[in-house]
Each structure stands twice: as structure tokens, then as C-alpha cells.
């Protein structure tokens, strides 16, 4: 298992300069990267054990960041 942290930049390396251009047009686009970013950093605090979590809740936060994720590419993509 990664303990890497999934950030955006680094998933959608094509998508780098239209992320900051939704972020600042598109408040709905915004919503979702704070939350992605929010649940990913809960993600890799609880994968490094910095704040250790339960495996359920571990597989929670991991479902949102992933629907997040694709969220997010549908609005980069489309």
C-alpha cells in the first residue's frame, strides 16, 4: 500500500494550468478540490499513522477520494 499522497497535480499533470483556472471561474470546481485535498491529507495522515483511523473509515475516506477524483477529472476532461 502507498503512502504516498494523491495530489492533483501530480494525477492530472496535463490539467495543471485549467485546475487553477477553475478554481478561481468555477465555485462548484473549487468545492470539490478542497474537499479531495481535504480527505487526501486524512488519507495519508492515517496511512502514515499520524492519526491512525479504522479500516473501515480508511476504505470511506478512500471511496470519496476516489469519486472526488473522478469528479474532478469529468469537470478537467469535459
Known amino acids: 500500500?502507498?503512502?504516498?499522497?494523491?495530489e492533483l497535480a501530480e494525477e492530472f499533470p496535463d490539467f495543471v494550468d485549467k485546475m487553477?483556472?477553475?478554481?478561481?471561474?468555477?465555485?462548484r470546481f473549487a468545492k470539490l478540490f478542497d474537499e479531495y485535498h481535504e480527505v487526501n491529507r486524512?488519507?495519508?495522515r492515517?496511512?502514515?499513522?499520524i492519526e491512525p483511523t479504522d479500516d473501515a473509515h480508511m476504505e470511506d475516506m478512500r471511496k470519496r477520494r476516489m469519486v472526488l477524483k473522478d469528479?474532478?477529472?469529468g469537470m478537467l476532461a469535459g
Do not use: Q
Request: charged share 25%; hydrophobic share 35%.
Open 1 to 6: 500500500m502507498s503512502n504516498t499522497p494523491h
Open 46 to 49: 492515517a496511512e502514515t499513522k
Open 20 to 27: 487553477h483556472v477553475l478554481k478561481v471561474e468555477d465555485g
Open 42 to 44: 486524512a488519507v495519508h
Open 71 to 73: 469528479e474532478i477529472y
